[in-house]
C-alpha cells in the first residue's frame, strides 16, 4: 500500500514562476513531512519538512503548506530559476522511518 | 567536513552474484540507513543501524543484509543478484537514531546483467 501518493510526475515553469508540488498520505498517525531535492548523480537533500501542528512553514523561496484534515500537503517554490531543475521528493513518518513518494521532475525554462 | 561517502560509485555484477556496498557517515553520525531507489521511484528504506543494532528493516527480502561497524561505517550485501537489484543504493546518516534528519550520500549505481 502506497503510504503518500506525489503529483505531478513532471512540472515543467518558467523561470520566475511558482512551482506547486503535492502530496497526499492516509495513516494520521504521521507527525513528520518533509521534501527533498535530488540532482542528477546526488543523493537526496533535505529542503524544508513541516509538524502537523503548524499550517505553512516557509524558508526562503520554498513554502510547505500543510492541511491535516485533508491529509495534504504541498511544496511552493516561489521565483523558480532555472537552478532549481531537480527531482522533488515529499516523504512522511515519523521518528524512526521516513517514506518517500515517487518524485516530481522539475524543468525551469528561462 | 566530509559528507557521507559512499564506495564504489558504480558496479556490473551479473545474476546470481554477491555484492557488498560500503557507506562511511558524517562524522559523529552513529545512524546509518540504507535506501534503494530504483530509476524514477523514490527511495525505499531497507535498513537503519544505529549504535551496531539493527533498528529498523523495510520489505527486502533476507538476500539483502547489512552491519554497521564499530567506527559507525556499514556495510550493505546483497546475495544472488537478480535483475530487479539494478538500483541506486543510497546511504544516509544522522547522528541520533532518528530518520528524520538525514544526510544522504552519493549513491552506488548497481547494475545486474
Known amino acids: 500500500q502506497q503510504q503518500v501518493k506525489q503529483s505531478p510526475q513532471s512540472l515543467i515553469v518558467q523561470k520566475g514562476g511558482i512551482s506547486i508540488i503535492n502530496c497526499a498520505y492516509e495513516?494520521?498517525?504521521?507527525?513528520?513531512f518533509p521534501w527533498y531535492q535530488q540532482f542528477p548523480g546526488k543523493g537526496p537533500a533535505l529542503l524544508i519538512a513541516?509538524?502537523?501542528?503548524?499550517s505553512e512553514k516557509k524558508e526562503g523561496r520554498f513554502t510547505i503548506s500543510f492541511n491535516k484534515s485533508a491529509k495534504q500537503f504541498s511544496l511552493h517554490i516561489m521565483d523558480s530559476q532555472p537552478g532549481d531543475s531537480a527531482t522533488y521528493f515529499c516523504?512522511?513518518?515519523?521518528?524512526?522511518?521516513?517514506?518517500f513518494g515517487t518524485g516530481t521532475k522539475l524543468q525551469v525554462i528561462p | 567536513d566530509a559528507g557521507v561517502t559512499q564506495s564504489p560509485t558504480h558496479l556490473i555484477k551479473t545474476r546470481g552474484q554477491h555484492v557488498t556496498l560500503r557507506c562511511s557517515p558524517i562524522?559523529?553520525?552513529?545512524?546509518v540507513s540504507w535506501y534503494q531507489q530504483v530509476l524514477g521511484q523514490g527511495p525505499q528504506f531497507i535498513f537503519q543501524?544505529?549504535?551496531?543494532?539493527?533498528?529498523g528493516r523495510g520489505n527486502f527480502p533476507d538476500r539483502f543484509s547489512a552491519r554497521q561497524f564499530p567506527n559507525y561505517s556499514s556495510e550493505l550485501n546483497v546475495n544472488a543478484l537478480l535483475l530487479g537489484d539494478s538500483a541506486l543504493y543510497l546511504c544516509?546518516?544522522?547522528?541520533?537514531?532518528?530518520?528524520?534528519?538525514?544526510?544522504f550520500g552519493p549513491g552506488t549505481r548497481l547494475l545486474v546483467l
Open positions: 544516509a546518516s544522522s547522528f541520533g537514531d532518528s530518520q528524520e534528519t538525514q544526510y
Open positions: 495513516n494520521t498517525a504521521f507527525d513528520y
Open positions: 513541516i509538524r502537523p501542528d503548524v
Open positions: 516523504a512522511v513518518g515519523g521518528y524512526q522511518k521516513v517514506t
Open positions: 562524522s559523529g553520525h552513529k545512524s
Open positions: 543501524y544505529y549504535e551496531k543494532e539493527e533498528r
